[in-house]
């Protein structure tokens, strides 16, 4: 069973940065692609961010593309959001996910695990 626990949410004014964090469980992390996803309210989950198994290629939504950062540590089995330049449209929970391949998709139903998710609000 992996487990994937995101941290580093909070409130936060526009122009700010944030950082989150997933940690995951698990002797395999290193062999799957991760995704970052995030939902507002009334809103569909949507693609963010991912990265493949290595870290070597990486894949962004064009609403983040030149603010966020998505990286990995294989040997600390997390995935990082480097998020940039926040406006209130970036306001949604936040998930990171597991890949059901080595290569990233932004589909989510690509994706068979998911953490809990965490708040990122942004204030104007």
């Known amino acids: 069973q992996v487990q994937l626990v995101e941290s580093g949410g909070g409130l936060v004014q526009a122009g700010d940065s944030l950082r989150l964090s997933c940690a995951a469980s698990?002797?395999?992390?290193?062999?799957?692609?991760m995704g970052w996803f995030r939902q507002a309210p009334g809103k569909e989950r949507e693609f963010v961010a991912a990265i493949n198994w290595s870290g070597g290629f990486t894949s962004y939504a064009d609403s983040v593309k030149g603010r966020f950062t998505i990286s990995r540590d294989n040997a600390k089995n997390t995935v990082y959001l480097q998020m940039n330049s926040l406006n209130p449209e970036d306001t949604a929970v936040y998930y990171c996910?597991?890949?059901?391949?080595?290569?990233?998709?932004?589909?989510?139903?690509?994706?068979?695990?998911w953490g809990q998710g965490t708040q990122v609000t942004v204030s104007s």
């Open positions: 996910a597991r890949s059901r391949k080595s290569h990233y998709t932004q589909f989510v139903y690509d994706y068979d695990y």
């Open positions: 698990g002797r395999t992390f290193g062999s799957y692609a």
